[in-house]
C-alpha cells in the first residue's frame, strides 16, 4: 500500500468487532515502530501488549468509561519511554523545559507503528487518559518509564468519519 493511502485510511476507531490481533502481527508492528529516529538512537519507548483476556480485561478497567465503550474488543498496547536519556550529551542538555524529548521520540515511534497497523489491515485508537498505577502494576512497568497513551487496536466495526483538518495558513507560516 502507497505511503499516501496510508495517510489517507488511518482513523480513530471508536468501535471494534471481535477479532484478535495475533502476536507476530505486533511483533511486525513494534519493529516497525523501532525503526522511527530516535535521539542518537536512543530507542527510549517501550510497549506493553495486551493480548489474553486477562491482559486485556486488566487494560480495559484501566481505562475511563467513555474508552471503554469505545474500545470493547480491542487488544491493547501500552506505551512509555525511559526518561533522562533523549536530549542529553556531552555537548549540553535540550531539557530546559523538562524531559519532553523521549516523548517526542515515542510520539514518533508511535506514528509508525500506527501506519504499520493500519497497512496490516487494523484499525486504532490513543488514549491518553488511564490509570497509570493499574498499569504499571499489572505490567511490572520500572518506575523510572513514563506511561505515555495506551493504543486500542483491532477491527473496525463501524467506518470512522474523516474530521476536517484546519486551513493551512492557520498552522503554517512560511517567510
Known amino acids: 500500500m502507497e505511503f499516501s493511502e496510508l495517510i489517507k485510511i488511518r482513523r480513530s476507531c471508536r468501535s471494534y468487532k471481535e477479532a484478535e490481533v495475533s502476536e507476530e502481527d505486533i511483533k511486525e508492528i513494534i519493529r516497525t515502530a523501532q525503526q522511527a529516529p530516535s535521539w542518537k538512537n536512543s530507542q527510549t519507548g517501550r510497549y506493553y501488549v495486551a493480548l489474553s483476556d486477562e491482559a486485556i480485561e486488566t487494560v480495559f478497567n484501566a481505562l475511563p468509561g467513555y474508552n471503554q465503550n469505545s474500545t470493547r474488543n480491542a487488544a491493547y498496547i501500552v506505551t512509555s519511554f525511559v526518561p533522562g536519556i533523549s536530549g542529553r550529551s556531552s555537548q549540553g542538555d535540550m531539557e530546559k523545559e523538562g524531559d519532553i524529548w523521549g516523548g517526542y521520540d515515542l510520539g514518533l515511534q508511535n506514528a509508525y ?63
Open 113 to 175: 507503528m500506527l501506519l504499520k497497523a493500519s497497512e496490516l489491515g487494523y484499525d486504532t485508537l490513543i488514549m491518553g487518559l488511564r490509570d497509570t498505577d493499574a498499569l504499571r502494576k499489572y505490567f511490572d512497568i520500572p518506575e523510572n518509564e513514563i506511561i505515555m497513551p495506551v493504543v486500542a487496536i483491532g477491527k473496525k466495526n463501524a467506518e470512522a468519519n474523516m474530521r476536517p483538518r484546519k486551513e493551512l495558513d492557520e498552522i503554517l507560516k512560511i517567510r
